[in-house]
């Protein structure tokens, strides 16, 4: 099984930072990742699919990039909607997820 | 417009079998590369993939649940039903339902909580 590591598991930071996440798996899965974000009480919602493609509607401060074993999300300048949970997710073989990142002030 | 809701019973006993259900509407999963998910969250825990079923029938389970989890699909009723057994404390979580066409989890279900307990 494909397991993946997020780092950190947590970090503070403040509106208009910049913000980057990592995913690492423990095999590669070329491009097969894709990131969510999850608020409290709510569903996951798809921002980033096959490691860089931006989900439609999703804005443009988000961006994902990587390949093989080690992916980034990056947030270029943190909003106040931006708090929130961070997963990412692999589909390479079966489907596994990180075991996430939250995102405080 | 896509959407997906799950149902079930909200409250099981150990050791029963829980049956859920993925109602979904404004796809197909006659449609060729369609596929729906099962995934879990336990209470303040991270996401847990379960399941997944395509368009042509092919399954796929989670390795360390693949002996309790049975998906099926009735594309007539427009639905993707999970069963798992031997449910225990442990599996308390809420489920949810996701479709999956050519991007794993563009659209989800709200979920539903599941709360195993005598």
């Known amino acids: 099984d494909i397991q993946l590591t997020q780092s950190p598991s947590s970090l503070s930071a403040s509106v208009g930072d910049r913000v980057t996440i990592t995913c690492r798996a423990s095999q590669g899965i070329s491009t097969y990742l894709n990131w969510f974000q999850q608020k409290p009480g709510r569903a996951p919602k798809l921002l980033i699919h096959?490691?860089?493609s931006l989900q439609g509607g999703v804005p443009s401060r988000f961006s994902g990039s990587g390949s093989g074993t080690e992916f980034t999300l990056t947030i270029s300048s943190l909003q106040p909607d931006d708090f929130a949970t961070y997963y990412c997710l692999q589909t390479h073989a079966l489907h596994s997820f990180g075991q996430g990142t939250k995102v405080d002030i | 417009q896509v959407t997906l809701r799950e149902s079930g019973p909200a409250l099981v006993k150990p050791k029963q079998t829980l049956t859920l259900t993925c109602t979904f509407s404004g796809f197909s999963l006659n449609t060729g590369g369609m596929c729906v998910n099962w995934i879990r969250q336990p209470p303040g825990k991270a996401l847990e993939w379960l399941a997944r079923i395509d368009w042509d029938d092919e399954k796929y389970y989670n390795t360390s649940l693949t002996t309790r989890l049975t998906i099926s699909k009735d594309t007539s009723k427009n639905q993707v039903v999970l069963t798992m057994t031997s449910m225990d404390p442990a599996d308390t979580a809420t489920y949810y339902c996701a479709r999956d066409y050519g991007a794993f989890g563009d659209y989800w279900g709200q979920g539903i909580l599941v709360t195993v307990s005598s």
């Open positions: 096959s490691a860089s």
